[in-house]
């Protein structure tokens, strides 16, 4: 931190400073020794559920292997819908607060939930053609709906990127208005189903039906909690980094400042 | 109340005023939608089936492109010269400056809407069943249009790509309204076999959600510009 005095005389600010900083950002990473652990909690359970889901949960009477594909995508899908959920929590609170913190929060959720979002789309494709017979039906509102909501978060994330760094309020307030408004469609993916039900082939909730039950019910609750400790991981990782892109940006408008002020300290100098 | 509604008026009325003065609808959109209605024919090989099949999707097709030319204009009138600085320090609400901008868009659309249906009975040979249904959903869905569009042309003003950061966002906005405006238009021209009113209602929701949201945040968006 500069002092007054610092201020005053410019000159008097070493390059140490920076020196200090630049070394302190190399060194600093986007981890912890928490997520450190959760990290390989995660990679033990991604290999025990698919452990599970591979050799010990049997083939289903109906679906066959394809089952399987369920273990990572409905919970791919509802570790979407709770990130975009977070992204929308990130931006309200941003244009309630104006704390960073919200922001970088709302940005790491959308990033994280955009590839589960992904992740569950794909999921959903291979586990159709099986049992639908096709990839992809264009008349199935559901897929539609996910398609759409994955559109809108890969919209949010070019446009922040094409915001640029330059102005972060302004790229966070107009980020906020987007995400509200892309979040908006969260219902109507998660009720599309029901709404539409003569304009799908995607069967209604089996767990909520009540239609799963013993290991396949087990592995799927599993296959809940591994993507929810995902999604933790991710998250805590990606906020780190962005957290470290903000201070990156200022401390480089710091150096920029300082450097000016030493050429005017400079050319003050040279003048008297 | 009231001065909300004189201020989205006076805002409604200048922007009109311009629109008049410049003829930007008239000479430039309106070209341009006509344009892409009748090129729609060539690429589907002037098959007749098939562009009464597809009549309502391009209609909405065109109207989707015509909004993004018409919500981009409607704020660059705004942000040249700082124009709407004078209007917020003239007291005037932001949230009704975008009413005001979504009222304008709204009448400009429904201006293009007006020739773009007629032009699809002529060149695709559709026939128009309920005209109610039209109207109904026309209005809803223009609306829903407007106000996303208006809302994500401030978001996009002082971006360098804006012109391809605008449409990336705005489409999958707005594909609700697209997929509930062509069904409503589907049975209103006899294609599909569902019921365009209970779509429209959709369409209702969706513009007055907008509406209401769009208004609420345009003040944050305005601070940036």
């Given at each position: 931190m500069n002092t007054q005095a610092d201020f005053m005389h410019p000159e008097r600010i070493t390059s140490s400073k920076a020196t200090e900083a630049t070394e302190s950002r190399r060194t600093a990473g986007t981890g912890s020794r928490t997520s450190f652990w959760l990290g390989v909690v995660t990679s033990i359970g991604v290999a025990g559920l698919a452990a599970l889901g591979f050799f010990v949960v049997p083939a289903d009477d109906v679906q066959g292997d394809a089952v399987r594909i369920m273990f990572v995508h409905v919970p791919s899908a509802v570790g979407a819908y709770l990130a975009f959920g977070l992204t929308l929590l990130g931006s309200i609170m941003w244009l309630t607060r104006k704390s960073e913190w919200w922001d970088i929060l709302a940005h790491s959720a959308a990033e994280v939930g955009t590839l589960l979002c992904g992740l569950a789309i794909v999921t959903g494709m291979l586990w159709g053609?099986?049992?639908?017979?096709?990839?992809?039906?264009?008349?199935?509102v559901r897929l539609m709906t996910t398609l759409i909501l994955f559109l809108i978060m890969v919209g949010y994330l070019v446009s922040r990127s094409a915001f640029g760094t330059a102005d972060p309020v302004s790229t966070a307030t107009k980020a906020a208005v987007i995400g509200i408004a892309g979040a908006a469609n969260i219902p109507i993916v998660h009720k599309s189903v029901d709404w539409w039900a003569d304009r799908t082939l995607h069967q209604p909730s089996s767990l909520t039906d009540g239609k799963i039950e013993d290991l396949t019910l087990l592995t799927l609750m599993f296959g809940f909690l591994v993507v929810g400790l995902f999604l933790c991981w991710a998250l805590i990782h990606r906020f780190r980094l962005g957290w470290l892109e903000r201070e990156l940006y200022a401390e480089e408008l710091s150096e920029a400042l300082h450097a000016r002020r030493l050429e005017a300290a400079e050319e003050d100098r040279s003048r008297s | 109340m009231i001065a909300f509604i004189k201020d989205a008026y006076i805002v409604f009325v200048k922007d009109l005023k311009i629109e008049w003065r410049t003829?930007?609808?008239?000479?430039?959109v309106l070209p341009f939608a006509f344009f892409v209605l009748v090129f729609f024919g060539f690429t589907f090989n002037s098959s007749q089936t098939v562009l009464e099949q597809a009549t309502p999707g391009l209609i909405w097709m065109v109207v989707l492109f015509v909004t993004i030319v018409a919500a981009e204009n409607s704020l660059r009138l705004e942000t040249e010269n700082e124009a709407v600085r004078l209007l917020l320090t003239g007291g005037v609400l932001p949230a009704a400056i975008f009413v005001g901008k979504v009222g304008s868009v709204v009448l400009q659309l429904l201006f293009v809407e007006l020739v773009l249906v007629p032009g699809a009975v002529v060149?695709?040979?559709?026939?128009?069943?309920?005209l109610p249904l039209v109207v109904a959903a026309s209005a809803g869905a223009t609306i829903g249009l407007a106000t996303v569009g208006c809302l994500l042309s401030t978001v996009v003003?002082?971006?360098?790509a804006r012109r391809t950061v605008l449409p990336i966002l705005f489409m999958p906005l707005v594909s609700p309204v697209l997929v509930a405006a062509t069904r409503a238009f589907g049975d209103a021209f006899g294609?599909?076999?569902?019921?365009g009113w209970s779509w429209t209602g959709l369409l209702a929701l969706f513009a007055v959600v907008n509406l209401i949201v769009g208004a609420m945040m345009y003040s944050q968006l305005l601070e940036d510009i």
């Open positions: 053609r099986p049992t639908w017979g096709t990839y992809w039906e264009w008349g199935d | 003829r930007n609808t008239s000479g430039h060149f695709y040979a559709s026939d128009v069943e309920s003003v002082g971006v360098k294609v599909f076999a569902v019921n």
